[in-house]
């Protein structure tokens, strides 16, 4: 099979103008459906492949293809090599093509479970979602999971394409039962849409053709239904949004705010409010590259004049006067999990919503979706693909509008702040009403103050180790010598607060996320009555123990690593805890089946193997000395 078209065709068809604006859509579903062959289907049956391709395409047919001595068109999108010798797509592919009627853009995302992010990638910016079902198959767990996710990401239409149809003899029966099935799950996620096409995306059979097999299918092909489809959304009647990218400052006498429109539409004239400081101004130009412009709507790159200067930088979203988006550190979302290693509530991540960073907690996960049934379960954790309801909190107040209202305002990602990699991705659905409501209360008297009345810096001092290291042992020495001096210190013991304040608390990783968490905010209410407060806690987690590091001033956390072997830890075992999780008796035990993640830079390193626990809390009070917070 062999089409020869020249460049000039291609290109021709590529400039021109189609009547209904550029659609946006992505192929999903389960491994090998046919995502790929029917995005090549589309490619080749659009005549939009130069002759080269498809020479190329031939040839690799005969090296890693499927379908015998006929083209596989799914190598079209199979880019990488590790896709075309499993047969399966790993990353994202983009094309894009038109016809008299329309632009497209399609995404070409993974059906494989284990690259569930890249689909949400893929469906973050679509119109519409392509859900493929092998009709030998019918509707699979990543057929479900794939669908809710769509939900999640704004989708609002959905083509249930049937596919492989001739390998069912093009059963009408068949077809209807796959539909009825599909049916009962998505009817109540709310798509304004569904519509049902059987096809056969290896033979083109009702994908841009009317297959002569199916002539009792009386509905549109896949390409007639997304020509003529209505996707106009209603962004640019929403309130005028503008996430400031960076402060364009080339000469002293030009000052403008660049960015992406993201909603609405702005012009010379009109006011403007900075959303999370709540200053006004009334822009004076919009200033592009190739001159200035009487009006800018969603999706503009553009840099806004303002009629004065006003406190704006990165992050900040400059929004219509009369209508400001939310601005809160506490809301509720959906969140996506993408991470091998679980969301546990209370451990710190980085926030990224348009061009703001910031460090945000899940501070609760109220339930998890059962991707089967789609029933809402109660949960302490998340697992690699999971999708929960949470409420989060930010180290600082956010700009959002729900995402369901406008995408761009309402999108995050949560960022691993160790390894810098996408863990999760959420949509914001409402601020936390409690976050509005209470306020920090200015009091007379400050940190400073009551620091200087005890004649010291306040500080938590972080000891952290095996168990059996000798944590408790030299903090306890280092208090006692500290209040000997005529300091003022407060001891709080990992033992001694699970008899009180953390009673309710066990041993999993979530609860050791929690106890870390109580204990930081503790600490930092003790640095703040100025005094010098010891913390002896396994703490195995570095992301916790740097959530605590940054509840508190720069230098006001002195993490102490009582960094003794573990064979010196189980010879000395005073507890006896060694000996009963060697036999089974204690789950969650750190060194055995939780781990510990020793500190990488600590402010102090002593071993209690080499020295003895006076000794090390000398050590430990002479660098407190060196680092000036003894007075």
């Known amino acids: 099979m062999t089409v020869q078209t020249s460049r000039a065709d291609v290109i021709a068809r590529l400039t021109q103008s189609g009547q209904r604006g550029v659609l946006r859509f992505l192929t999903c579903g389960s491994v090998d459906d046919g995502k790929s062959t029917l995005i090549g289907r589309l490619l080749f049956d659009s005549k939009l492949l130069f002759e080269d391709q498809i020479n190329v395409l031939e040839k690799d047919s005969r090296k890693h293809g499927t379908a015998g001595d006929e083209i596989d068109f799914a190598l079209l999108l ?209 200033v592009t590259a190739d001159g200035d412009l009487d009006r800018a709507v969603a999706g503009e790159a553009v840099t806004l004049v303002l009629d004065r200067e006003i406190d704006i930088s990165r992050g900040d979203v400059i929004a219509a006067a009369e209508a400001r988006p939310e601005v809160t550190d506490q809301f509720a979302a959906e969140v996506l999990w993408m991470s091998g290693d679980d969301l546990l509530p209370g451990r710190s991540y980085l926030l990224k919503i348009g061009t703001a960073t910031t460090p945000a907690t899940v501070s609760s996960l109220k339930y998890r979706v059962d991707i089967n049934t789609y029933e809402k379960k109660p949960s302490r954790k998340l697992e690699m693909n999971g999708i929960g309801q949470c409420n989060l909190s930010t180290a600082r107040p956010i700009a959002f509008d729900p995402y369901h209202k406008i995408r761009d305002m309402g999108a995050f990602i949560l960022i691993d702040r160790f390894t810098n990699q996408t863990v999760g991705a959420g949509m914001i659905e409402f601020g936390l009403r409690r976050a509005s409501n209470i306020h920090h209360h200015a009091m007379d008297v400050t940190k400073s103050d009551r620091a200087q009345i005890k004649g010291q810096k306040p500080a938590i001092l972080w000891f952290t180790g095996l168990s059996g290291a000798g944590k408790s042992t030299v903090a306890n020495i280092v208090e006692r010598k500290l209040a000997a001096a005529g300091h003022h210190t407060y001891s709080l013991d990992g033992d001694n607060v699970r008899h009180g304040l953390n009673r309710d608390l066990g041993f999993t990783d979530e609860d050791r996320v929690e106890n870390i968490r109580r204990i930081g905010e503790v600490g930092k209410l003790f640095v703040d009555a100025g005094l010098l407060v010891t913390c002896s806690f396994i703490s195995p987690f570095r992301s916790e123990r740097r959530m605590v590091r940054e509840l508190v001033e720069g230098d006001e956390f002195v993490e102490v690593f009582i960094d003794t072997p573990l064979e010196v830890c189980m010879q000395r075992d005073p507890k006896g805890l060694y000996k009963k999780a060697q036999a089974g008796e204690i789950k969650n035990f750190t060194g055995f089946d939780s781990p510990y993640e020793a500190p990488e830079n600590p402010e102090i390193r002593v071993d209690t193997s080499q020295i003895s626990a006076e000794e090390a809390a000398d050590q430990v009070i002479a660098k407190l000395r060196e680092m000036g917070r003894l007075g």
């Open 78 to 286: 199979d880019g990488l090599e590790a896709e075309r010798e499993q047969g399966i797509t790993i990353d994202v592919a983009y094309r894009f093509f038109a016809t008299e009627k329309r632009k497209f853009v399609v995404a070409d995302t993974p059906g494989h479970e284990q690259y569930t992010r890249n689909m949400a990638t893929g469906a973050s910016t679509a119109d519409v979602a392509v859900m493929m079902i092998d009709a030998r198959k019918g509707v699979l767990v990543q057929t479900l999971r794939h669908t809710y996710i769509a939900r999640m990401m704004g989708i609002r239409h959905i083509v249930l394409a049937v596919n492989k149809m001739d390998l069912v003899d093009h059963a009408r029966g068949r077809f209807h039962e796959i539909v009825a099935d599909y049916l009962k799950s998505a009817d109540d996620l709310g798509f304004e849409t569904i519509t049902p096409i059987p096809m056969s995306a290896r033979y083109g059979d009702n994908v841009t053709h009317r297959s002569e097999s199916m002539s009792w299918h009386q509905g549109p092909t896949l390409l007639e239904h997304l020509e003529t489809l209505d996707i106009d959304s209603d962004v640019q009647n929403e309130p005028f949004r503008m996430p400031v990218q960076w402060v364009n400052r080339p000469n002293l006498n030009f000052r403008g705010y660049s960015g992406t429109v993201v909603s609405g539409t702005v012009q010379p004239g009109d006011a403007i409010a900075v959303a999370q400081s709540g200053l006004t101004a009334t822009v004076e130009r919009i």
